[in-house]
C-alpha cells in the first residue's frame, strides 16, 4: 500500500517544529525532508526515521524494526527506522526523535565524499 495523501499531510504538520519541514514522494512512499535534507520516509502509512548504529539501539529498545524492501529478489535493509507508535500522539516526543534522526542525517551527508562533476570533452577541429 503506497502512503495516504492524509499520511503524507500529518507527518508534515506533525515535524513542522523543526522549520523547513517538506515531503516528496518516491516509490509509492514518500521522504521527509528538513531543508533539503532527507531525514524520514514514510511507507504503507509509517514513519521511519534515520538512524546509525549508536541511535539504532534506541529504536529497537522499543521494539522497532528497520525499513527493508525487496531489492531484486533479496531484502535490502536501509538505515532508516519505524518510529515508536507512541509518538504519532507525542508531538513533542516526535520532534526530539525527529531531531536525532537529522543529527544522523547531517553527519552522514558530512562524511559522504562529494560527488564528482563530469568534465565536458571538449574537441579540438
Known sequence: ???????IEFA???FAPLGGVS?????GGAGIYCRGLMFGLIHDDTIYLKADAETAKAF????????????????????????PAELIDDPDGAVTWAKTALGVARTARAAAPP?????PVRRRY
Open 1 to 7: 500500500m503506497a502512503a495516504s495523501p492524509e499520511f
Open 12 to 14: 508534515q504538520e506533525l
Open 23 to 27: 515531503t516528496r514522494r518516491m516509490f
Open 60 to 83: 529497537e529498545a522499543r521494539g522497532c524494526g528497520p525499513f527493508i524492501y525487496d531489492g531484486k529478489g533479496k531484502p535490502v535493509q536501509m538505515s532508516y527506522w519505524q518510529m
Open 115 to 119: 560527488p564528482t562533476r563530469r568534465q
